[in-house]
């Protein structure tokens, strides 16, 4: 299954509200997560189940979507949102991530 | 807190080897699912391989099946990926993540990632 995330990169400033897109190329329900990851750093798991927020993360960060279509949105950027972000999906192995979107300071 | 440590890391010539470990604390190791994913420089991540919790049921990725060995010794709480016949192209921190308790959801933890280097 092949994961296409929508931007590549994007450029936003503090307070915007950003959406970030992963494609499907097959269904997967909603067996598909999202990461973040700073540099240096290993991925951080943000969204899981699609639409469930992980425990610890902030409520400004929401996902959505079934079947492939997956969007994830940030309410309202924080300095310490930018960073680059990750689907995967969990509905069959190999479990596939998508290629990334790289979220910068305007 | 959850914690994973790699180790095993370095830098070995194309066609060597090498076995990485994940030493995983203050969880119940043996209850969880565990997966190797790795990053190359400057790119984004690669699912490798998955095990089951009690080592029964594995999968890989077509990139390294038939030259990567995953395995656990949930006595020791450690988790192993063996690499052999390694190339350039597996040049890449490594990183151990503990599968979410919910199934089909992602990993929840991770380690800090070894970095691997193939060269000559």
């Known amino acids: 299954i092949q994961l296409t995330q929508s931007p590549s990169s994007l450029s936003a400033s503090v307070g915007d509200r950003v959406t970030i897109t992963c494609r499907a190329s097959q269904g997967i329900s909603s067996y598909l997560a999202w990461y973040q990851q700073k540099p240096g750093n290993a991925p951080k798991l943000l969204i899981y189940a699609a639409s469930s927020l992980q425990s610890g993360v902030p409520s400004r960060f929401s996902g959505s979507g079934s079947g492939t279509d997956f969007t994830l949105t940030i309410s309202s950027l924080q300095p310490e949102d930018f960073a680059t972000y990750y689907c995967q999906q969990l509905n069959s192995y190999p479990r596939t991530f998508g290629q990334g979107t790289r979220l910068e300071i305007k | 807190q959850v914690q994973l440590v790699e180790s095993g890391g370095g830098l070995v010539k194309p066609g060597g080897s090498l076995r990485l470990s994940c030493a995983a604390s203050?969880?119940?190791?043996?209850?969880?699912?565990m997966s190797w994913i790795r990053q190359a420089p400057g790119k984004g991540l690669e699912w490798l391989s998955y095990i089951s919790s009690s080592g029964r049921t594995i999968y890989y990725a077509d990139s390294v099946k038939g030259r990567f060995t995953i395995s656990r010794d949930n006595a020791k709480n450690s988790l192993y990926l063996q690499m052999n016949s390694l190339r350039a192209e597996d040049t890449a921190v490594y990183y151990c993540a503990r599968d979410h308790f919910r199934p089909y959801s992602g990993y929840d933890y991770w380690g800090q990632g070894t970095l691997v280097t193939v060269s000559s």
């Open positions: 203050r969880f119940t190791f043996s209850d969880y699912f």
